[in-house]
């Protein structure tokens, strides 16, 4: 990296212009609470606890625009900068002589911003300068109006911040940036080849580590919160967990109804407004049972019968151009413990005398939230026409058993 030696000037000048913003709660996080209908968080927000990281490592004030950063990655603040004759401090950078007070470290200047923290400066001073200390406080108290917030946390509603601006996805280590302090994350550093996407600078040799740093120690709650899910993660791996969570929502299968909800929930609407208690539509694990599938149905939905909210298992057909695609899948979740099955299904010939019968076993039944009637790429039986004898039902039998687990989790029959 090339270097200027006008830093000092730039320094200044960055500095006159730099206004000291530390922003007080606004009004607006007190709507949080009861908006959106009663629900407990309106917008999804992320809590930082590690308040340390919005201080200057070097004098332990609360950092503010603008902030700087070496070729290391070390951080500091403008008067830092100044006072250390643009000399990183840091024990690796000093024997280097890498100087800091050039480039800027812009994210890290809109995450100071964004960052909400109960007072503006109390409570994420440098522990030895021992004043501020106040023994009660940690609830914020604003303008009268009680905000709930965590002990020692800040607040972080703008959570794209913490996304790559490239690739839009939640940055992880290692997290790279131009000397005009544009960040990529590292494999979209690859992908361009090394060249900042928005300016011409280089992009790949520079960390950011106080963004590796924050991203870590951004705690967001499930997306699911508001149905139930208390859990709560570090950044980015709330995806991850999105798709297993017990509580992300499923939608009802009966045609023309909007329902969706919690699978439980789902579970005993779908018994309580669509079950045909006459026709056998519920099955018992472990025991077969005889279905005739009208074709033009398309979708055929069976509950476990037990009472009233056992899990839901939608056969579905496809007419496709070599014969009909049959689908069983269980509308849940994909967490543990829930809707857990494998089936053996079955088709015999409708013609007496020579009867044929195919079989297809599934070790495990695919769960899916939501019924889609796009044609399956797998795990599907299919009946050739000629089997069918153009009759407009298909008679089946259909077996489930409950998937049981060894003690490490794997699947037996
Ligand atoms: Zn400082
Ligand atoms: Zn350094
Ligand atoms: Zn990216
Ligand atoms: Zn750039
Ligand atoms: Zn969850
Ligand atoms: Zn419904």
């Not at 077969?288 to 069976?302: G, P, Y």
């Not at 413990?337 to 195919?358: K, N, R």
Request: proline share 6%; with cysteine; net charge neutral.
């Amino acid at each position: 990296m090339v270097k200027g030696t006008n830093s000092q000037q730039a320094l200044a000048r960055e500095a006159s212009c730099s206004c000291q913003k530390r922003q007080p709660v606004p009004s607006t996080v007190q709507d949080e609470g009861d908006n959106g209908g009663g629900e407990v968080v309106a917008r999804r927000s992320g809590t930082l606890f590690e308040l340390d990281l919005l201080n200057c490592p070097v004098c332990c004030h609360a950092l503010t625009v603008p902030i700087f950063q070496c070729d290391n990655g070390h951080i500091a603040c403008s008067s830092c900068c100044n006072k250390l004759g643009n000399k990183c401090p840091n024990y690796n950078c000093k024997w280097l002589s890498f100087p800091i007070g050039n480039y800027r470290c812009r994210i890290m200047e809109r995450v100071v911003e964004a960052v909400i923290v109960p007072s503006p400066n109390a409570k994420h001073g440098c522990t030895d300068k021992g004043e501020e200390e106040e023994e009660e406080g940690e609830n914020g108290d604003v303008d009268g109006d009680v905000v709930i917030w965590e002990a020692q946390s800040g607040m972080l509603f703008d959570l794209h911040l913490l996304d790559c601006p490239v690739c839009s996805n939640a940055l992880t280590s290692p997290i790279f940036q131009c000397d005009n302090g544009h960040i990529a994350c590292s494999s979209c550093c690859t992908e361009l080849r090394y060249k900042c996407h928005s300016c011409i600078f280089p992009i790949g040799n520079y960390p950011c580590r106080i963004m590796e740093k924050v991203v870590q120690a951004i705690f967001v709650p499930c997306p699911n919160l508001k149905h139930g899910c208390t859990e709560r993660f570090s950044y980015g791996k709330d995806l991850i967990h999105e798709k297993k969570c017990v509580f992300a929502m499923c939608y009802c299968p009966q045609p023309n109804c909007n329902y969706r909800g919690v699978c439980n929930d789902l579970y005993i609407h779908y018994n309580a407004n669509h079950l045909n208690k006459k026709i056998s539509n519920q099955f018992v694990c472990d025991r077969s049972t005889v279905t005739w599938m009208k074709i033009s149905d398309k979708i055929l939905v069976f509950q476990e019968s037990a009472d009233g909210h056992g899990p839901l298992v939608a056969v579905q057909c496809f007419k496709e151009p070599e014969g009909l695609y049959v689908t069983v899948n269980c509308i849940a979740p994909s967490a543990p413990g829930v809707g857990e099955f494998s089936y053996d299904l079955s088709y015999s010939t409708p013609m007496s005398g020579d009867q044929h019968t195919m079989t297809f076993k599934s070790p495990e039944m695919k769960r899916i939230q939501k019924v889609s009637f796009q044609t399956p790429e797998k795990d599907f039986m299919l009946v050739p026409y000629y089997f069918q004898d153009k009759r407009v039902s298909l008679k089946m039998n259909i077996c489930i058993h409950r998937l049981k687990k060894d003690e490490r989790g794997i699947s037996i029959r």
